[in-house]
C-alpha cells in the first residue's frame, strides 16, 4: 500500500505551486509518483531518488579525482577555508530554504565575506531599479482574481513557469474574472515568436535591445505627445492601440523576465516598465511583477533586505553591509580577481556564469554544496552533497510575489546525510572555535 | 603648497580601498603619519605604507596640500574621494571610485579611470587624459540625488550611464559614450563631443545635453522645437534643439512645462 501526501510545495520555480500531491511508499522512503507538477517539478523529486546520487562528500585530488570523505572533514575544509580568505564570496542561496540563508549570513558576517544570490544574473537588474523609483505589486491571488490585462514583456511562462498561466495569469476563472481567459487581453512583447507568444492577442515583436525605447513610447503615447512613425521597429498605430487596450482594463499587471532585466538598458528597463505602471494608474488599475526563476531567490532577497538592508550583492568585508552591484556582484568580483575564496550553495554558478569567471572559481579554493552532480561541482576542490529543500527536508520559501510559503518534508534523505541547515550550522560553529570566540 | 608623493612599492593581492588618499587627510601630517593611514584589503586592516612609499608632508591645510600619485595603482579604489580642496595627481590609472563624492579642488588623472569616477560629485575639477569606465558623475545606488556640482571633463571616451539622475554641474567627454546619457537627469550639463550611440536622455526632466557626434537610436519623447546657437565649452556652435523627455512627468515654472534639452550639433 501506498501512501498520498497532499499540499506539497514545488521547490522548483518562483510560482511555488502548493498542490502537488506524492505518492510515497509505505516505508515512506520512496517517492512512487507525483500528481499536479509540471514535468520540470515532477523531475526535481524524482531526481532526489536516482541510484546514482551522490551520499558523501567528495574532495578533488590533483589529477581530478574525486575522493570520499566525511562531513567532519567537510566542515573543518570550508571553516578554515573561510577563516584564511581575506574576502570570500558565499554565492547561491536561491535553493535553500530561508533558515539556511540566515545561518549562511551569520557565517559570511563572520568572516567579511560577500554575500550574493542567483539575482545578480537575473532579476538584480529588477531589485536596482525598484530601489531607484519604487514599485507597485500586488500578489498573484489578486492576479488571478482580478486581473484582466496580463502583459508579458521579455518572458515565456510556458517553459519557465510552466504552471503559471494556469494557475494565476491567463486560464483560471476568478472572483472578478469568472470567464477566465475570455476576461482576460493578453500582451506579449518578445523578439520571437514563443510559444507565450502564440497565445496572446497582442503580440508585439520589438527590435532586439529596444525594450527601453518601446516602453518609453507607450508612456509617451499615455500623455498624448507626438510619437515617430516607428520605434523598435513597432508602427506608432500599434503602439497607440497597445496603450489604449492597457487603459481600458480593470485590473492590469505586467510581468517581465531575463528579456529585458539582461539585456541592453538592464536596470533602465525596468525602470521605465515601473514608471508606465505608475502611469497607467491614472487611467486605472495596474501592477507590476518580476517573474522570479530559483524557487526562493526571492526568499533570499528577503532574508538578506531584513539582516544587512541590500537584497544581493551584500559586501561585508569590512564589517558593515555595502552594496554597489557592478563592483560587489558576483560576476565582476570574480571576472577582476577581487576574491580569494569561492563558496557555493544552492546553484550552479558553473553553468550559469561566463567562461571567464567559471575559470577563476576553478583556480580558487572553492566548496560547492548541492545534491546535484552540477558544472559547479566538477570544478570545486570540495563537493558537500545535502538532502533536498522542499522534498526531504522543509523550510520556508518565498514566492515570485513575496509570500512565504512553508516547504514540506516528503521523504527522509539517505541515511547520513545533512540539510543545508545542519552543514551550516556545524561550519560555523568550528569557526567560533578557528576565532576563538571573537 | 606642500607636496607629498606616494608610490607604489607593493601590489596588493586583492584590490585596496585606499580612501585616505585625499589633501583632507593627508593635511598636517608628516610622512610617517601618512604611512600609517588605514587602508583595507579585503577585510584586513593595513596601513597606506604597507603599499606606497610616501616622500614628504602635507600642507597645514587641505588647500595647501598636493598629492602625487606614482606607479602602478590599477589596484587602488577610492582616490580623492571626499576631498573638498588642494590637488592630487595620478600618473597612472587607478581603479574605481576615483574622485567619488568630491567636494573641491583639483583632481588630475593622466591614465583612464574605472567606473563610478566622480559618483554624487558636488565640487571641484576632475579631469581625466585617458578614458572613464560607465557610472561617470552618476548617483550612487539607489540616490536619487546624483551629481550636483563641479565639472568632470574626460578627455577619451566614456562608458555607459555617465550623469545618471544628474542635478547639477557639467561633464565634458571629448570621445565617444557608450548607451544611457543623463537618464534621469533633472540639471546640470552633459557634452559630449564624439557620438553617443543610443538612450540618450531617457527619462529625463531637466537639464541639458549636447552632442556633437550622431545618435544612432533617439529616445521616441523627443521632439524638436527650433535650432539655436549657443555657446559652449567656450566656443559658439549651431544646434538642433529637442525637447523631452515628453514620457516623463515634467514640472511647471511661470506657467511654461520645463523640458529637457537635447542639442544635436547641425
Known amino acids: 500500500m501506498s501512501k498520498s501526501v497532499t499540499d506539497v510545495i514545488c521547490p522548483f520555480c518562483g510560482t511555488l505551486c502548493d498542490d502537488l500531491e506524492v505518492i510515497v511508499s509505505d516505508d515512506g522512503k520512496k517517492i512512487e509518483d507525483i500528481y499536479n507538477a509540471c514535468a520540470i517539478g515532477a523531475e526535481k523529486f524524482m531526481h532526489a531518488q536516482a541510484p546514482e546520487r551522490v551520499k558523501r562528500p567528495r574532495m578533488q585530488q590533483p589529477d ?336 515570485m510575489d513575496n509570500v512565504p510559503i512553508e516547504a514540506r518534508k516528503v521523504v527522509d534523505p539517505p541515511e547520513g546525510v545533512l540539510t543545508d541547515v545542519e552543514f551550516l550550522t556545524r561550519v560555523n560553529a568550528r569557526l567560533d572555535q578557528l576565532m576563538g570566540g571573537k | 603648497m606642500e607636496t607629498v608623493t606616494i608610490t607604489m612599492k607593493n601590489q596588493p593581492k586583492l584590490y585596496l580601498e585606499a580612501d585616505n588618499i585625499s589633501p583632507d587627510k593627508f593635511a598636517g601630517k608628516k610622512a610617517s603619519e601618512i604611512a600609517a593611514l588605514h587602508a583595507y584589503e579585503g577585510r584586513e586592516q593595513t596601513t597606506l605604507g604597507k603599499y606606497f612609499e610616501i616622500a614628504g608632508e602635507g600642507g597645514a591645510t587641505a588647500a595647501d596640500t598636493r598629492i602625487v600619485v606614482k606607479g602602478d595603482v590599477s589596484r587602488v579604489k577610492y582616490i580623492g574621494m571626499k576631498m573638498s580642496a588642494g590637488e592630487v595627481l595620478v600618473e597612472q590609472s587607478p581603479d574605481m571610485y576615483t574622485g567619488a563624492w568630491m567636494q573641491g579642488g583639483k583632481l588630475i588623472v593622466k591614465g583612464s579611470v574605472d567606473s563610478f569616477a566622480g559618483i554624487g560629485m558636488k565640487g571641484g575639477e576632475f579631469l581625466v587624459e585617458g578614458n572613464a569606465g560607465d557610472y561617470l558623475g552618476a548617483a550612487y545606488r539607489g540616490d536619487w540625488r546624483g551629481m550636483q556640482g563641479g565639472l568632470i571633463r574626460v578627455k577619451g571616451n566614456a562608458g555607459s550611464d555617465i550623469g545618471y539622475f544628474m542635478n547639477g554641474g557639467t561633464i565634458i567627454v571629448h570621445g565617444n559614450s557608450d548607451v544611457h546619457v543623463g537618464t534621469h537627469m533633472e540639471g546640470g550639463r552633459i557634452i559630449v563631443k564624439g557620438n553617443a550611440p543610443s538612450k540618450v536622455g531617457g527619462q529625463m526632466v531637466g537639464g541639458e545635453i549636447f552632442v556633437y557626434g550622431t545618435i544612432d537610436v533617439m529616445m521616441p519623447g523627443f521632439k524638436y522645437v527650433q535650432d539655436e546657437e549657443v555657446e559652449v565649452d567656450g566656443e559658439k556652435a549651431l544646434f538642433a534643439l529637442y525637447h523631452g523627455d515628453t514620457g516623463e512627468r515634467h514640472p511647471k515654472r511661470k506657467g511654461q512645462i520645463v523640458y529637457g534639452k537635447l542639442y544635436l550639433k547641425i
Open chain 1, 64 to 399: 581530478g579525482s574525486y575522493k570520499e570523505v566525511s562531513y567532519d572533514e567537510a566542515v573543518e575544509y570550508t571553516a578554515r577555508m573561510l577563516f584564511n580568505a581575506k574576502k570570500p564570496l558565499m554565492y547561491g542561496w536561491s535553493s535553500t530554504s530561508c533558515e539556511a540563508q540566515s545561518v549562511g549570513h551569520e557565517i559570511a558576517e563572520k568572516v567579511g565575506a560577500i554575500v550574493d544570490n542567483t539575482a545578480t544574473v537575473c532579476h538584480g537588474t529588477t531589485l536596482i531599479a525598484v530601489q531607484d523609483v519604487g514599485i507597485p505589486s500586488c500578489t498573484l491571488g489578486e492576479i488571478k482574481n482580478r486581473a484582466d490585462r496580463i502583459i508579458f514583456w521579455g518572458c515565456n511562462p510556458c517553459h519557465a513557469h510552466p504552471r503559471h498561466q494556469s494557475r494565476y495569469s491567463v486560464f483560471p476563472r476568478g472572483f472578478f474574472t469568472n470567464k477566465g481567459h475570455m476576461n482576460r487581453k493578453v500582451i506579449v512583447v518578445d523578439p520571437r515568436v514563443t510559444d507565450t507568444a502564440k497565445l496572446a492577442d497582442y503580440h508585439y515583436q520589438v527590435e532586439q535591445g529596444r525594450d527601453y525605447e518601446l516602453l518609453s513610447a507607450f508612456r509617451v503615447a499615455l500623455r498624448n505627445e507626438p510619437l515617430p512613425e516607428t520605434v523598435a521597429g513597432i508602427p506608432r498605430e500599434k503602439i497607440i492601440e497597445g496603450a489604449e487596450v492597457m487603459k481600458s482594463g480593470r485590473f492590469g499587471i505586467i510581468f517581465f523576465g531575463m528579456g529585458v532585466t539582461q539585456s541592453l538598458s538592464k536596470n533602465h528597463n525596468i525602470d521605465n516598465a515601473i514608471m508606465l505602471t505608475k502611469d497607467l494608474n491614472e487611467f486605472t488599475k495596474f501592477s507590476i511583477m518580476a517573474m522570479r526563476g530559483h524557487y526562493n531567490v526571492t526568499g533570499s532577497g528577503q532574508v538578506l533586505g531584513w539582516q544587512f538592508g541590500y537584497p544581493f550583492s551584500v559586501d561585508l568585508s569590512r564589517g558593515f553591509a555595502r552594496y554597489n552591484p557592478g563592483e560587489t556582484s558576483s560576476n565582476d568580483l570574480l571576472r577582476r580577481g577581487e576574491v580569494d575564496a569561492v563558496f557555493v550553495l544552492g546553484s550552479d554558478p558553473g553553468a550559469h556564469f561566463p567562461i571567464s569567471s567559471v575559470k577563476k572559481i576553478a583556480e580558487l579554493p572553492s566548496v560547492c554544496v548541492d545534491p546535484h552532480i552540477t558544472p559547479t561541482s566538477e570544478i570545486s576542490k570540495l563537493h558537500v552533497p545535502v538532502a533536498f529543500v522542499g522534498v526531504e527536508v522543509g523550510g520556508n520559501c518565498y514566492r
